[in-house]
T-cell receptor, first 113, second 113 residues
Framework: GQQVMQIPQYQHVQEGEDFTTYCNSSTTLSNIQWYKQRPGGHPVFLIQLVKSGEVKKQKRLTFQFGEAKKNSSLHITATQTTDVGTYFCAGPLGGGSNYKLTFGKGTLLTVNP | DADVTQTPRNRITKTGKRIMLECSQTKGHDRMYWYRQDPGLGLRLIYYSFDVKDINKGEISDGYSVSRQAQAKFSLSLESAIPNQTALYFC????????????FGQGTRLTVV
């Protein structure tokens, strides 16, 4: 079936190092979304990418959507302890208006101060 | 007040008991979702609903049922709880148009003993 895959599952970095998580879909997506879940919290929407090759930035976070609209990445420059959490990508699978929002398994980021 | 409210926040129940998790939203969204989160498995879709008359199974619907009582209310039932249904459950809503961003409730931590 259609899937959204995400790697790595875990990433531990020293504060100040960069971090990247990658997302791949088994099918072309109309858009891709990224969410962050802090420890003990609920997923919170970060951003949505819609256009092929789109790049968006939010302070130290850079989001990219692949040219084929099947892959995406989230890059954090110079991580801080406040970046700790699980980062999920999600895509509307199923086609047309009858999509179901499907999440990757997430990447758990831990930051050593 | 939260836009998406889940009750209860925590619940411990015994094997074989029936339990209902409730979700209500004030965002006016048509689409509502129930996800289950387990460590290392990400967010898996249990059921989703496009409107009051439309209910769809997700990837792990066995052992669960849902009811969409109104546009604002979507409840998840475990007819006969079993220990491997111990998990964190999230309700989410989204707009049915091009804005597919999902808004999550605070989650319900369910333990089946």
């Amino acid at each position: 079936g259609q899937q959204v895959m995400q790697i790595p599952q875990y990433q531990h970095v020293q504060e100040g190092e960069d971090f990247t998580t990658y997302c791949n879909s088994s099918t072309t997506l109309s858009n891709i979304q990224w969410y962050k879940q802090r420890p003990g919290g609920h997923p919170v929407f970060l951003i949505q990418l819609v256009k092929s090759g789109e790049v968006k930035k939010q302070k130290r976070l850079t989001f990219q959507f692949g040219e084929a609209k099947k892959n995406s990445s989230l890059h954090i420059t110079a991580t801080q302890t406040t970046d700790v959490g699980t980062y999920f990508c999600a895509g509307p699978l199923g086609g047309g208006s009858n999509y179901k929002l499907t999440f990757g398994k997430g990447t758990l980021l831990t930051v050593n101060p | 007040d939260a836009d998406v409210t889940q009750t209860p926040r925590n619940r411990i129940t015994k094997t074989g008991k029936r339990i209902m998790l409730e979700c209500s939203q004030t965002k006016g969204h048509d689409r509502m979702y129930w996800y289950r989160q387990d460590p290392g498995l990400g967010l898996r879709l249990i059921y989703y609903s496009f409107d009051v008359k439309d209910i769809n199974k997700g990837e792990i619907s066995d052992g669960y049922s849902v009811s969409r009582q109104a546009q604002a209310k979507f409840s998840l039932s475990l007819e006969s709880a079993i220990p491997n249904q111990t998990a964190l459950y999230f309700c989410a809503t989204s707009d049915g148009g091009s804005k597919t961003e999902a808004f999550f409730g605070q989650g319900t931590r369910l333990t089946v003993v």
